[in-house]
């Protein structure tokens, strides 16, 4: 599977909350305690979105920013409103808030939303990607918020499947909008990297048996030492590290959706059998995947029924 598809299908977004944010005046929006991914798409005027650890991020009308793993922000007009100023919104109808000073014209209309990750590996996932995603101008992000909105505060049919799919997507194509070389160390920064591109669909791949660094480093026509030290710098990680954990992080997907036994999983991540897989699987997670099973499933089974 392609690799960026691949880490977004096992992250699994569920739809939660979509909104529109409607804001004049002197105003600020503050939320903390989330623990949720994030995305906003300015429709019009502009904002400033500050997050904790991160310079403030001045957003323009037809500007997109996704932030997959955020705890808490603010966002606020471009002249800060004075100390003591209410920043509770104020509901105006179903999915649509509005903040500033009453009576104040609208100046800034955003589509804002949060989903969830229904993945026990949310952290090791989130891990190969950047913490924000900022896209100025992409038609198509824009072109698309509106239509989960839609579907959010619909009633039709398949709704959560098309949610799903929509959010997918959505993630995606984020994700593949930015400058890929100028990422901090992590998968897309990685893809971006014509001669590693080869070898990391090969490690993502389905049948990602008997991997070395020496066949990597021939799927990208480079020396060993070559690949080795330029997959490090791109990933972040040596290429048989980066590709253990993922063969783990796909074998925890298939032991917590069932149906399948150790030997068809072994199969499927790359091992000859099951006590080869049953013993890399106690060595990386410290339990036999029985355990682990044991362990999470009740977890799993939460996190998807989970409106």
Same mark, same amino acid.
């Given at each position: 599977?392609?690799?960026?598809? #691949?880490?977004?299908?096992?992250?699994?977004?569920?739809?939660a909350v979509a909104k529109v944010v409607e804001a004049g005046g002197r105003w600020r929006v503050e939320r903390s305690g989330m623990a949720s991914p994030f995305y906003a798409a300015i429709v019009e005027g502009r904002a400033r979105l500050s997050v904790k650890g991160r310079a403030p991020l001045m957003l323009d009308a037809?500007?997109?920013?996704?932030?997959?793993?955020?705890?808490?922000?603010?966002?606020?007009?471009?002249?800060?409103?004075?100390?003591?100023?209410?920043?509770?919104?104020?509901?105006?109808?179903?999915?649509?808030?509005? %903040?500033?000073?009453?009576?104040?014209?609208?100046?800034?209309?955003?589509?804002?939303?949060?989903?969830?990750?229904?993945?026990?590996? /949310?952290?090791?996932?989130?891990?190969?990607?950047?913490?924000?995603?900022?896209?100025?101008?992409? =038609?198509?992000? +824009?072109?698309?918020?509106?239509?989960?909105? &839609?579907?959010?505060?619909? &009633?039709?049919?398949?709704?959560?499947?098309?949610?799903? /799919?929509?959010?997918?997507?959505?993630?995606? =194509?984020?994700?593949?909008?930015?400058?890929?070389?100028?990422?901090?160390? *992590?998968?897309? /920064? *990685?893809?971006? &990297?014509?001669?590693?591109?080869?070898?990391?669909?090969?490690?993502? #791949?389905?049948?990602?048996?008997?991997?070395?660094? @020496?066949?990597?480093?021939?799927?990208?026509?480079?020396?060993?030492?070559?690949?080795?030290?330029?997959?490090?710098?791109?990933?972040?990680?040596?290429?048989?590290?980066?590709?253990?954990?993922?063969?783990?992080? %796909?074998?925890? &997907?298939?032991?917590?959706?069932?149906?399948?036994?150790?030997?068809?999983? @072994?199969?499927?991540?790359?091992?000859?059998?099951?006590?080869?897989?049953?013993?890399?699987?106690?060595?990386?997670? *410290? +339990? #036999?995947? *029985?355990?682990? %099973?044991?362990?999470?499933?009740?977890?799993?089974?939460?996190?998807?029924? /989970?409106?």
């Amino acid at each position: 599977m392609d690799p960026l598809a #691949s880490v977004v299908a096992l992250l699994r977004p569920r739809p939660a909350v979509a909104k529109v944010v409607e804001a004049g005046g002197r105003w600020r929006v503050e939320r903390s305690g989330m623990a949720s991914p994030f995305y906003a798409a300015i429709v019009e005027g502009r904002a400033r979105l500050s997050v904790k650890g991160r310079a403030p991020l001045m957003l323009d009308a037809g500007d997109f920013v996704l932030i997959p793993d955020l705890d808490s922000f603010s966002m606020e007009s471009d002249l800060p409103p004075p100390p003591g100023a209410s920043r509770v919104p104020l509901e105006t109808g179903p999915g649509r808030v509005r %903040v500033g000073p009453e009576g104040a014209p609208v100046e800034m209309r955003a589509l804002v939303g949060h989903c969830r990750f229904a993945t026990v590996d /949310r952290a090791l996932l989130l891990s190969l990607l950047p913490e924000v995603i900022h896209v100025p101008g992409q =038609e198509r992000l +824009m072109a698309l918020v509106p239509v989960i909105h &839609d579907e959010t505060r619909s &009633d039709r049919p398949a709704r959560l499947m098309i949610l799903e /799919r929509l959010l997918e997507v959505m993630m995606i =194509e984020a994700l593949r909008s930015g400058p890929g070389p100028t990422r901090p160390p *992590g998968l897309l /920064r *990685g893809l971006a &990297d014509p001669r590693l591109i080869a070898a990391l669909h090969r490690i993502h #791949s389905g049948a990602a048996s008997g991997l070395t660094v @020496a066949g990597l480093a021939r799927e990208a026509g480079l020396s060993r030492s070559t690949f080795f030290e330029r997959f490090r710098t791109a990933l972040g990680c040596a290429p048989m590290e980066y590709a253990a954990t993922w063969r783990m992080a %796909v074998a925890r &997907d298939l032991l917590l959706r069932g149906g399948l036994t150790n030997a068809e999983i @072994a199969h499927r991540v790359g091992y000859g059998s099951a006590s080869a897989f049953g013993m890399a699987f106690a060595r990386h997670q *410290g +339990m #036999s995947p *029985g355990a682990f %099973v044991a362990r999470h499933a009740g977890e799993e089974e939460e996190a998807l029924s /989970r409106p």
